[in-house]
């Protein structure tokens, strides 16, 4: 027999407000949403929080893996073992994010994750597919083998979308590259995000691809440009937007911010905080397969990556950074630490990245949303995860 979970004394975390109250879960939904510490109704399961934060389940849209296993080869054992690592975090909802590769090897971790999600066999979390090239530009490749870099082709990605099932929610591609404009123009009409990123794209190209569909940026600030100064016709120096400068110029345009100290500094986050807004900024992990494991060096995708000590994730030869190796709830933790009300951290954990994804019953406490929750108390230690309304083991 069911029964209702309801969890009161909460301090509960809303888009633009804290405040006491309760929540009553049933069949994995939120059934009632209270402000006040009320008891129970009899036949409910009671869960005291002790005046502990309870929020929406954070929503990783851009994460790559965990535990040693990447999202784009793991088998379905390994899938598994990813997501729980970042569930047992609080990351309630996680897009699988394939790094370049090979289209038929693309096509095969589509595969792999539906037919684990089918068969049950890979937690809850997984809220679908979030496919990073191999659509991108060379000069910007990061941890993205140039190799394998190559023009979109209707064949392929076409291909990857029908093979989703309805899965596939973001497509991240240079939209300097040939034949992108018509990529991001079919991803639309099929309701999925057409993203930029590993780019040197102009801010007159960033215009042409929002007038085709493309709306968001990967990683802002890695694997992309700032304005420029050159010397134009004239002899004088002139400044070019670039790719951030079209970011933070055009209003249609979203991004994610991977705040874990390196790939953006605590400075620049309130930058582009406070120049986007906290509804166009997603936090995102770009969790590294080797997230959740010790210093040493390791090969991620073919590429020899060093996981230094302080959560440093670089490319062996030191040519960049190799993703981070932080959860969600560890950025939270971390613009709280800057200084940003958690609030607004929890916010862009959360309500931010699932409106960014197309998804408007996550990453916010009302009914008929989902009960994917997080509880964590004053100093933000993680005291409960929920996931469909039942809690998640810690170990």
């Known amino acids: 027999m069911h029964q209702p979970v309801v969890l009161q004394n909460c301090r509960l975390v809303f888009p633009d407000f804290i405040a ?7 069949r994995g939904r939120i059934e009632q949403v209270r402000l006040d510490v ?9 869960v005291d929080c002790a005046g502990d934060f309870v929020g929406p389940g954070f929503v990783d849209i851009h994460n790559h893996g965990a535990a040693g296993v990447d999202f784009i080869d793991g088998d379905i054992e390994g899938i598994e073992s990813a997501l729980a690592w970042h569930q047992r975090q609080g990351s309630t909802s996680v897009l699988a994010t394939l790094l370049t590769h090979p289209p038929d090897m693309i ?21 679908g597919i979030h496919i ?15 190799d394998w870099m190559h023009d979109p082709l209707p064949a392929e990605y076409q291909s990857w979308v029908r093979a989703g ?109 406070s120049a ?48 981070s190796v932080c959860s969600l709830l560890d950025i939270v933790r971390n613009l709280v630490r800057w200084g940003f009300p958690l609030l607004s951290a929890w916010r862009m954990a959360s309500w931010s990245p699932a409106r960014i994804a197309g998804w408007s019953d996550r990453g916010i406490l009302q009914v008929n949303s989902r009960a994917d929750l997080v509880r964590l108390d004053s100093q933000l230690a993680l005291k409960g995860v929920w996931q469909g309304g039942k809690p998640v083991a810690r170990t």
């Open 20 to 26: 006491p109250g309760s929540l009553r879960l049933n």
């Open 38 to 46: 009320a008891a129970a109704d009899g036949d409910a399961e009671v």
């Open 107 to 127: 096509e095969a971790a589509i595969h792999r994750h539906l037919e684990g999600e089918k068969g049950a066999e890979i937690p809850a979390n997984f809220a």
């Open 132 to 146: 990073e090239g191999p659509y991108l530009n060379p000069v910007k490749k990061g941890m993205h083998r140039e």
């Open 165 to 273: 099932e309805g899965r596939v929610r973001i497509l991240t591609a240079a939209p300097e590259r040939d034949g992108s404009l018509e990529m991001y123009a079919w991803l639309r009409s099929k309701g999925i995000v057409g993203s930029f990123g590993h780019t040197t794209m102009t801010w007159e190209r960033a215009q042409l691809a929002a007038a085709a569909g493309a709306s968001h940026f990967v990683h802002v600030n890695n694997a992309m440009e700032w304005p420029t100064r050159a010397t134009n016709a004239e002899g004088w120096m002139q400044t070019h937007a670039r790719g951030i400068g079209s970011f933070l110029s055009t209003d249609v345009f979203t991004g994610e911010i991977i705040g874990d100290g390196w790939h953006v500094t605590p400075e620049l986050v309130r930058v582009l905080v």
């Open 276 to 323: 986007k807004g906290l509804d166009r900024i997603a936090l995102v992990s770009d969790a590294s397969p080797l997230t959740g494991l010790a210093p040493g060096n390791y090969t991620v995708a073919t590429v020899d990556v060093e996981l230094r000590p302080g959560r440093l994730c670089m490319i062996a030869d030191g040519s960049g950074l190799a993703s």
